[in-house]
Protein backbone atom coordinates (compact mmCIF):
# COMPACT_ATOMS: atom_id res chain seq x y z
CA UNK A 1 0.00 0.00 0.00
CA UNK A 2 1.04 3.03 -0.84
CA UNK A 3 1.73 5.86 1.95
CA UNK A 4 0.23 9.13 1.45
CA UNK A 5 -0.02 12.33 3.72
CA UNK A 6 -3.35 14.80 3.22
CA UNK A 7 -2.83 18.53 4.29
CA UNK A 8 -4.73 21.62 3.31
CA UNK A 9 -8.03 21.65 5.26
CA UNK A 10 -9.08 24.13 7.39
CA UNK A 11 -12.05 26.53 8.32
CA UNK A 12 -13.27 27.73 5.22
CA UNK A 13 -16.86 30.17 4.98
CA UNK A 14 -19.60 29.23 2.50
CA UNK A 15 -19.01 30.04 -1.04
CA UNK A 16 -14.99 30.22 -0.05
CA UNK A 17 -12.04 27.64 -1.82
CA UNK A 18 -9.64 25.72 -0.27
CA UNK A 19 -7.03 23.52 -1.99
CA UNK A 20 -5.95 19.91 -0.67
CA UNK A 21 -2.58 18.18 -1.21
CA UNK A 22 -1.51 14.33 -1.34
CA UNK A 23 1.47 13.53 -1.36
CA UNK A 24 3.56 10.03 -1.99
CA UNK A 25 6.72 10.24 0.05
CA UNK A 26 7.99 7.36 -0.80
CA UNK A 27 8.15 6.48 -4.38
CA UNK A 28 7.02 7.67 -7.61
CA UNK A 29 3.32 7.05 -7.79
CA UNK A 30 2.58 8.12 -11.47
CA UNK A 31 1.20 4.65 -12.58
CA UNK A 32 -1.70 4.85 -9.75
CA UNK A 33 -4.82 6.13 -9.40
CA UNK A 34 -5.18 8.54 -6.67
CA UNK A 35 -8.77 9.43 -4.66
CA UNK A 36 -10.37 11.90 -2.53
CA UNK A 37 -12.74 10.24 -0.14
CA UNK A 38 -14.49 12.05 2.61
CA UNK A 39 -16.55 10.87 5.46
CA UNK A 40 -18.93 13.26 7.58
CA UNK A 41 -19.86 12.52 11.25
CA UNK A 42 -22.10 10.09 11.24
CA UNK A 43 -22.28 9.07 7.62
CA UNK A 44 -20.82 6.72 5.29
CA UNK A 45 -17.71 7.49 3.20
CA UNK A 46 -17.73 8.98 -0.37
CA UNK A 47 -15.41 9.05 -3.43
CA UNK A 48 -15.37 12.36 -3.67
CA UNK A 49 -12.74 12.54 -7.10
CA UNK A 50 -10.68 9.63 -8.42
CA UNK A 51 -7.81 10.35 -11.22
CA UNK A 52 -6.36 7.52 -13.51
CA UNK A 53 -2.74 7.02 -13.42
CA UNK A 54 -1.88 6.55 -16.74
CA UNK A 55 -3.94 9.96 -18.62
CA UNK A 56 -5.26 11.55 -15.68
CA UNK A 57 -8.46 10.27 -16.34
CA UNK A 58 -10.95 11.44 -13.81
CA UNK A 59 -14.21 11.17 -12.32
CA UNK A 60 -16.52 13.24 -9.39
CA UNK A 61 -19.46 12.47 -7.52
CA UNK A 62 -22.47 14.50 -8.55
CA UNK A 63 -22.35 16.26 -5.13
CA UNK A 64 -18.62 18.20 -5.98
CA UNK A 65 -19.22 17.94 -10.44
CA UNK A 66 -18.63 21.65 -11.17
CA UNK A 67 -17.44 22.49 -7.97
CA UNK A 68 -14.32 20.54 -7.17
CA UNK A 69 -10.98 19.72 -9.50
CA UNK A 70 -8.36 17.15 -9.20
CA UNK A 71 -5.20 17.18 -10.72
CA UNK A 72 -1.45 15.58 -10.33
CA UNK A 73 1.96 16.82 -11.02
CA UNK A 74 3.96 13.44 -11.21
CA UNK A 75 7.03 15.81 -11.07
CA UNK A 76 6.32 16.21 -6.74
CA UNK A 77 4.11 13.14 -6.60
CA UNK A 78 1.20 15.20 -5.70
CA UNK A 79 -2.33 14.71 -6.46
CA UNK A 80 -4.55 18.11 -5.66
CA UNK A 81 -8.00 19.13 -5.45
CA UNK A 82 -9.06 22.15 -5.55
CA UNK A 83 -12.78 22.92 -3.77
CA UNK A 84 -14.41 26.04 -5.03
CA UNK A 85 -18.21 27.67 -4.09
CA UNK A 86 -18.02 25.30 -0.70
CA UNK A 87 -21.17 23.88 1.06
CA UNK A 88 -21.34 23.68 4.81
CA UNK A 89 -22.44 19.63 3.82
CA UNK A 90 -18.95 19.18 2.14
CA UNK A 91 -17.28 19.62 5.95
CA UNK A 92 -15.62 16.62 6.22
CA UNK A 93 -12.62 14.95 7.08
CA UNK A 94 -11.05 14.83 3.27
CA UNK A 95 -8.65 11.29 2.99
CA UNK A 96 -6.76 10.26 -0.39
CA UNK A 97 -5.46 6.30 -1.34
CA UNK A 98 -4.08 5.00 -4.41
CA UNK A 99 -4.40 1.79 -6.19
CA UNK A 100 -3.53 0.19 -9.16
CA UNK A 101 -6.46 -2.35 -9.19
CA UNK A 102 -9.57 -1.27 -10.80
CA UNK A 103 -10.29 -0.36 -14.04
CA UNK A 104 -11.57 2.52 -14.06
CA UNK A 105 -11.78 5.80 -12.06
CA UNK A 106 -15.00 5.39 -11.61
CA UNK A 107 -15.02 2.14 -10.06
CA UNK A 108 -12.35 3.36 -7.86
CA UNK A 109 -14.54 6.08 -6.62
CA UNK A 110 -17.41 3.39 -6.24
CA UNK A 111 -15.34 0.78 -4.77
CA UNK A 112 -12.56 2.34 -2.11
CA UNK A 113 -14.56 3.86 -0.17
CA UNK A 114 -16.03 0.78 1.12
CA UNK A 115 -12.46 0.15 2.77
CA UNK A 116 -12.30 -0.72 6.35
CA UNK A 117 -11.24 2.42 9.00
CA UNK A 118 -7.90 0.89 9.44
CA UNK A 119 -6.79 1.10 5.28
CA UNK A 120 -7.17 5.07 5.94
CA UNK A 121 -4.52 7.43 6.84
CA UNK A 122 -5.29 10.28 9.05
CA UNK A 123 -6.82 12.49 6.45
CA UNK A 124 -7.44 16.64 6.46
CA UNK A 125 -10.15 17.89 8.14
CA UNK A 126 -12.37 20.77 5.67
CA UNK A 127 -15.35 22.58 8.33
CA UNK A 128 -17.76 25.04 6.15
CA UNK A 129 -19.03 27.12 8.71
CA UNK A 130 -20.14 31.05 8.46
Known amino acids: QVQLVESGGGLVQPGGSLKLSCVNSQFPSDGYAIGWFRQAPGKEREGVSC????????FYSDSVKGRFTISRDNAKNTVYLQMNSLKPEDTAVYYC???????????????????????WGQGTQVTVSS
Open 97 to 119: ASAAAFSTVQAMCNILRWAPDNY
Open 51 to 58: ISGSDSTT
